[in-house]
C-alpha cells in the first residue's frame, strides 16, 4: 500500500478477496532506499549533516498512520483482520521478500499506469512484482482515471 491513488481501490479487492476466502490482509508500505540515499547525499551539504535514523522513524510513524486512517474510516469491520507493515528498503524486492517469508496466497498491487517511457527506461515496481512473485498478483488500476490520463 503506496498511498497512491490506487492504494484505497486496490485494498478494496483485497477486502473482497479476504472476506470470500477467510483471509488475513498485510497492508504492506516501504520506505524507498533510494529516497534514503539521497537524503545521505544531501546530507554531505549540511554542517550538521542529516539525521537519517530520525527520518526512517518519523517516516515509519507518518505512513503508518496514514494506512490505519484509511482501514479505520474505510474498512473498520474488516480492520482486525489486516496489519500494517512498514519496512525499508528497494519496494518489490521487499514486497516479494515478505511476500516468501509470510507465505502469502496473493499479492494485490495498484498499478499507477507510468508513461511508457518510465517504464521502459525503469520498468514499475508493479511490473518487476509480476515478473518475480512466485504467487499471483493482482494488479488494480482505476479505468477512469487511467483513461484520463492518456
Excluded: C, W
Amino acid at each position: 500500500m503506496d498511498l497512491s491513488e490506487y492504494s484505497t481501490l486496490a485494498l478494496e479487492y483485497a477486502v473482497e478477496i479476504a472476506v470470500v476466502s477467510d483471509a488475513e490482509i498485510f497492508l504492506f508500505n516501504v520506505v524507498n532506499q533510494r529516497d534514503i540515499n539521497g537524503l545521505k547525499m544531501a546530507g554531505a551539504y549540511y554542517p550538521n549533516g542529516i539525521d537519517i535514523d530520525r527520518y526512517i522513524s518519523e517516516m515509519r510513524t507518518e505512513r503508518y498512520n496514514e494506512i490505519r486512517s484509511v482501514v479505520t474510516e474505510r474498512f473498520f469491520d474488516m480492520k482486525s483482520s489486516m496489519s500494517i507493515h512498514i519496512t525499508v528498503g528497494i519496494p518489490f524486492e521487499e514486497i516479494l521478500s515478505f511476500a516468501q517469508q509470510e507465505n502469502v496466497d496473493i499479492i494485490v498491487i495498484g498499478n499507477k499506469g507510468r508513461s511508457n517511457i518510465a517504464r521502459t527506461l525503469f520498468g514499475s515496481n508493479a511490473e518487476k512484482v509480476f515478473r518475480h512473485a512466485k504467487v499471483p498478483v493482482l494488479s488494480v488500476r482505476e479505468p477512469d482515471l487511467f483513461l484520463q490520463k492518456k
